[in-house]
T-cell receptor, first 111, second 116 residues
Framework: GEDVEQSLFLSVREGDSSVINCTYTDSSSTYLYWYKQEPGAGLQLLTYIFSNMDMKQDQRLTVLLNKKDKHLSLRIADTQTGDSAIYFCARGETSYDKVIFGPGTSLSVIP | GAVVSQHPSWVICKSGTSVKIECRSLDFQATTMFWYRQFPKQSLMLMATSNEGSKATYEQGVEKDKFLINHASLTLSTLTVTSAHPEDSSFYIC????????????FGPGTRLTVT
């Protein structure tokens, strides 16, 4: 996943908003994903955004895409302790293509 | 929802032996499955794309003779780690797409392989 970059750690207080950032290098990325991995569990797709969109909101989650800068962010509003997990940014060129993952951001929520 | 299972969930084997890991789509048919490897506290590295009825497509740097992939049916793909060595110890994860819902991959729970 060397062409998808993320900060490795983020710590926030419960109730605050969390913002996880991601950058990618391949401009042919059509699909951009956010996955969540809880300890000892498999990956869960949180949300995705098409490259022709700027923003997508789904309940507490807001995804922002700056295609010009190849920058993607995931904002979690009112962060809860249950949100503590590793969040992976990922990209794909088509809906049927392989998905390339970033290194993951470990989110710690402080009660 | 779509469910992907893996078996075994963990396995310990001796150096030099071979280990087979199964990936099954339980409630849908998957023409394409993906195999990933995840080292502790690291990202998922795509190893290969498994296509039903044809040869797998391996990523650069992945030894196809060491990591044998067989996708013999629409619900089962297997990964065999041959002549395992301690450096093959890792967490192996498979995923599959539901036909017609191409954008989402459903992941299995993973298999922890430890080679002693």
């Amino acid at each position: 996943g060397e062409d998808v970059e993320q900060s490795l750690f983020l710590s926030v207080r419960e109730g605050d908003s969390s913002v996880i950032n991601c950058t990618y290098t391949d401009s042919s990325s059509t699909y951009l994903y956010w996955y969540k991995q809880e300890p000892g569990a498999g990956l869960q797709l949180l949300t995705y955004i098409f490259s022709n969109m700027d923003m997508k909101q789904d309940q507490r989650l807001t995804v922002l895409l700056n295609k010009k800068d190849k920058h993607l962010s995931l904002r979690i509003a009112d962060t809860q302790t249950g949100d503590s997990a590793i969040y992976f940014c990922a990209r794909g060129e088509t809906s049927y293509d392989k998905v390339i993952f970033g290194p993951g951001t470990s989110l710690s929520v402080i009660p | 929802g779509a469910v992907v299972s893996q078996h075994p969930s963990w396995v310990i084997c001796k150096s030099g032996t071979s280990v087979k890991i199964e990936c099954r789509s339980l409630d849908f048919q998957a023409t394409t499955m993906f195999w990933y490897r995840q080292f502790p506290k690291q990202s998922l590295m795509l190893m290969a794309t498994s296509n039903e009825g044809s040869k797998a497509t391996y990523e650069q740097g992945v030894e196809k003779d060491k990591f044998l992939i067989n996708h013999a049916s629409l619900t089962l793909s297997t990964l065999t780690v041959t002549s395992a060595h301690p450096e093959d110890s890792s967490f192996y994860i498979c995923s599959a797409r539901v036909p017609g819902q191409g954008y989402e991959q459903y992941f299995g729970p993973g298999t922890r392989l430890t080679v002693t």
